[in-house]
């Protein structure tokens, strides 16, 4: 049980230290002196970058209990 808790801690803080930005926006990006801009796009690429993740997820932690019941009930 602990294991599962250690592997989602993990999955949690790993998008927390990517950096998502294409070659373009980041080309752009790193020509200005502040580097808030930079940052909000990356937050704003990782925060629409979740959704697809989360739905996927969603899905199969939904059809892994579909097939557990089915299982036990067999």
Do not use: H, W
Request: charged share 20%.
């Amino acid at each position: 049980m602990k294991v599962k808790y250690l592997f989602l801690f993990i999955l949690l803080c790993v998008p927390a230290l990517a950096e998502a930005q294409c070659s373009m926006c980041r080309a752009v990006l790193e020509s200005e002196a502040d580097q808030s801009a930079a940052e909000g796009i990356n937050d704003g690429i990782l925060y629409l970058m979740m959704f697809p993740y989360l739905l996927i997820g969603g899905i199969g932690f939904f059809m892994y209990r579909m097939f557990k019941n089915r299982n036990k009930t067999s």
